[in-house]
């Protein structure tokens, strides 16, 4: 017998098709463990389902965690505590403890979350790779991980391939299987870069624009992001070709410039529309944006309501 909370729940509500336990199989009612052991990394998904403090956890190897469902507190580095929910990845160096508080975890409401332990010859080989084949990068100097952006929002990239990866490592059973999860684990640690360079630029593009060609075109999208914006012109401001700038922005920062355009416009209109004193055509022009459906089904895709809905549920 399944517990109530999965009445009216859809294929949706389970994350690369990860159930929930079930009750009789729960052997603790925080932090349950299930583990999948592959060749070059271990799969750990862990379940929680009443409210928990200072639950401490350690890692051999360096370690991917990533929310799927409820919230943790996540304590690292000794630093303050910060809230850790859905959409987001955390990034843990080899035996660093890390400290959870679960201030919201019942029977109804449970906690779920993946930790993906990678070890340390897969990380080097998949980084000097790289480096190898694609040596020429604009926002750090090679490819490899920073541990001092530690605490990432998902792109779009990155979920697919942590989706695809919970998918190998809990459904498949061919005798492929460790091949296929090298080769998607290279792909992991590819975006997980990717998503760690847009997180530095963000943080440092005005810092670095003087200097630093992605960087300068970051900031013109930012500074002019209402106006309209080509592909031609981004690369003059690069002062690259189009074909050299459209490859070099989509592999340093694991989106296209009119990915990163769009993006951009539709956290604006986010914003606009928080405020609640707009219409949503208002805000559709405000942003950037020429095409009200246009807008719309963009809006809705990127954040899984319309405008309006996410208007009146904001204010």
């Not at 349950?32 to 389902?49: A, D």
């Not at 779920?112 to 100097?141: G, Y």
């Not at 005005?206 to 106006?227: D, Q, S, T, Y």
């Amino acid at each position: 017998m399944k517990f109530d909370y999965f009445k009216g729940m859809t294929q949706n509500d389970f994350i690369a098709g990860v159930p929930w336990r079930n009750s009789r199989d729960l052997k603790t009612l925080v932090e349950n463990r299930t583990t999948y052991t592959l060749e070059n990394c271990e799969l750990n998904i862990f379940e929680t389902h009443q409210q928990a403090a200072d639950v401490n956890l350690v890692f051999g190897d360096l370690v991917l965690t990533t929310m799927l469902k409820g919230k943790k507190v996540m304590h690292l580095f000794d630093k303050p505590g910060f809230d850790y929910l859905p959409g987001e990845s955390v990034i843990v160096p080899p035996n660093e403890v890390m400290k959870i508080d679960f201030p919201e975890a019942q029977l109804d409401n449970p906690t779920q979350c993946i930790a993906l332990s990678i070890s340390k010859e897969m990380i080097e080989a998949t980084f000097n790779l790289l480096n190898e084949k694609f040596p020429v990068k604009m926002i750090s100097k090679d490819w490899s991980l920073d541990l001092s952006y530690y605490h990432l929002i998902n792109t779009q990239d990155l979920s697919e391939i942590i989706s695809r990866f919970i998918r190998i490592g809990v459904k498949d059973s061919s005798k492929e299987k460790d091949l296929i999860a090298t080769l998607a684990l290279k792909e992991l640690l590819i975006r997980l870069s990717q998503t760690q360079a847009r997180e530095m630029m963000e943080k440092t593009y005005k810092k670095l624009a003087a200097g630093n060609r992605m960087a300068h075109v970051v900031e013109f999208i930012k500074k002019n992001v209402r106006e309209i914006i080509s592909l031609d012109k981004l690369a003059n401001e690069a002062c690259m070709s189009k074909a050299h700038f459209l490859r070099t922005f989509k592999q340093d920062m694991g989106l296209t410039p009119m990915e990163y355009v769009l993006h951009e416009r539709l956290k604006l209109a986010k914003q606009y529309l928080q405020l609640g004193q707009f219409q949503i055509q208002e805000v559709c022009y405000l942003s950037g944006f020429r095409n009200i459906t246009y807008f719309i089904r963009a809006f809705k895709q990127e954040f899984g309501l319309t405008p309006k809905v996410f208007q009146t549920q904001s204010c």
